[in-house]
């Protein structure tokens, strides 16, 4: 089965920038998606379609991928933007949700 | 809107059981699929499965022996049932919308969740 994985944590300063990565097997063959999911809260689509944006999430938010590795970046980040984050993709080959393990984004 | 409802405890072996309501107009749409999808105490997401509107139903093999999952369109609602429930099956439980078209899978919409504990 396909397999996403995540550090468990990443920790930035505000202002700056914040990489979170996801890696899986050839995951650039694949649509990935990321979440935001603050505490007490549901999960909210951050990024869909590898780096499309739904409306209302900011501009700061982008997603990329190359070989292995998607990564979602956050410039400038805000207080506001500590939550943790989760990749996901379709696995077509059985017809299933795959998500990462999440990662904790820290604020200092 | 999607809404979860059901019983907040569960006694151990017994069934556990979930009804997610859907407002709008999706629920019947040909680009939706509806899922439910669980978070342990501090863990991340574990997706359980996902049903059609026609019923057409995909199953997470960690779970496959002992989930049933079922649509009722009259109502717009879908469910989940968990047999043989212990207390690793104490989670929160999210009802989600879906989205699929040309290949790409996406939940746009999630419930708030619903914590069901399992214990005597």
């Known amino acids: ?108 | 809107q999607l809404q979860e409802s059901g019983p907040g405890l569960v006694k151990p072996s017994e069934t556990l059981s979930l009804t997610c309501t859907v407002s709008g107009d999706s629920f019947t749409s040909h680009n939706y699929l509806w899922g439910w999808i669980r978070q342990t105490p501090g863990k991340g997401l574990e997706w359980l499965g996902t049903v059609s509107y026609s019923g057409s139903i995909d199953y997470s093999p960690s779970f496959q022996s002992r989930i049933t999952m079922s649509v009722d369109t009259s109502q717009s609602q879908f469910s989940l049932r968990l047999s043989s429930v212990t207390a690793a099956d104490t989670a929160v439980y999210f009802c989600a919308s879906l989205y699929f078209s040309s290949g790409l899978y996406y939940f746009d919409f999630w419930g708030q969740g619903t914590l069901v504990t399992v214990s005597s």
């Open chain 1, 1 to 108: 089965s396909y397999v996403l994985t995540q550090p468990p944590s990443v920790s930035v300063a505000p202002g700056n920038t914040a990489r979170i990565t996801c890696d899986g097997n050839n995951i650039e063959d694949k649509d990935v998606h990321w979440y935001q999911q603050k505490p007490g809260q549901a999960p909210v689509l951050v990024i869909y379609y590898d780096f499309d944006r739904p409306s209302g999430i900011p501009e700061r938010f982008s997603g990329s991928d190359s070989g292995n590795t998607a990564t979602l970046t956050i410039t400038s980040v805000e207080a506001g933007d500590e939550a943790d984050y989760y990749c996901q993709v379709w696995d077509g080959n059985s017809n299933r949700v795959v998500f990462g393990g999440g990662t904790k984004l820290t604020v200092l």
